[in-house]
């Protein structure tokens, strides 16, 4: 089932707010059970769909003997779609792949969307990925595309059977939910809040049906935000994603990674902290703060950063849910 069908079906009722949660692909060469040890202790909040991150390729370089380095391409978190198809057959909960502009040409982005279409997934969150480690800017591939609102122009064109070359006499359509990212503290390359604002509204305009916010700290942050967005004419709804701080590492590298401050109250009790258990405490009781007012606030999901780990993810749900 799409989100969008989710998100309606929820606002007709009460309480209506629904819980998503994002798994990234395990490390290469690590088992899929990772994966299942993941969901399994979030199961029982009943999650409407699971989002799993796409990975690119990075480029490392690596010692060969006599001071010569060998630039090589890896991909570290391969998997995206096999393991949504595997999700939705054993658990028969709805996938959200994301799928990115970065490393795809247009023909290999029309692939991607046929094997979508093929496995009986609904949805992609439409994104453009960030630039390659050590790069310093986005780079779009040869034939690729640049912006997600490019990338959102394409599948739509695919919902409405328009594939990349004519040949394709009497093609069938696909039937795909898009999403895209938002960013309540704008995205770190916009120019201001008002020039990303703008942008997403041609996202939304190209066929994004609903919109999922970057992680955020700060509640006054996100409601501004949708009040911007609703003035801009953006109708679709937003989904605020949330990230429980739960490690000493996390505070160092969620502000600038994300592009996003913390409020005063958290730092303050963060850099108080000394060990990942005591800024664990402080992450999760800030969370279910935040998770609280939203909820009553109405809005149409909250979705949940895992990273991997639920435990955190978990005592939230229980507190919330
Ligand atoms: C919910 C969520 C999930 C994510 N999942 C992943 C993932 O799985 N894999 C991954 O690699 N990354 C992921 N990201 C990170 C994302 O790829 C980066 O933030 C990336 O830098 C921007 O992606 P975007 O889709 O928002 O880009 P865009 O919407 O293309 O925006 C990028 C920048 O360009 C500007 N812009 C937008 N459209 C135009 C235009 N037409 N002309 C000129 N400027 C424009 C925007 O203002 C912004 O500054 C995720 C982010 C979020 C919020």
Redesign the pocket.
Known sequence: MKVIDHLRQAAAKEPRTLLSF?ILPPLKGKDIRSIYAGIDPLLEFKPSFI?V????EEVVYKERGHGLLQKIRIRKRPGTVGICATIKAKYNIDTVP?L?C?GFSKEDTEDALIELNFLGIDNV??????AIKNEPH?IPERDGHA????LIQQIAALNRGQYLYEEEQEAAATDLCIG????PEK????LNLS??IA??K??VDAGAEYL???MFFDNRKFFRFVELCREAGIQAPIIP?LKPITTLRHIAFIPKTFAIDLPDDLANALVRCSTDAEVKAVGIEWSITQARELKAAGVPCLHFYTMGRSEAVKAIASSIF
């Open positions: 994002e989002n991150t796409y990975h690119r994301h990115i970065g969150l439409a994104l453009r990925g960030d986005f912006h997600a609102e490019d895209a990212a938002c960013y995205h770190a390359e916009a020039t990303d942008y997403l041609r996202k999922v916010t970057q994603g």
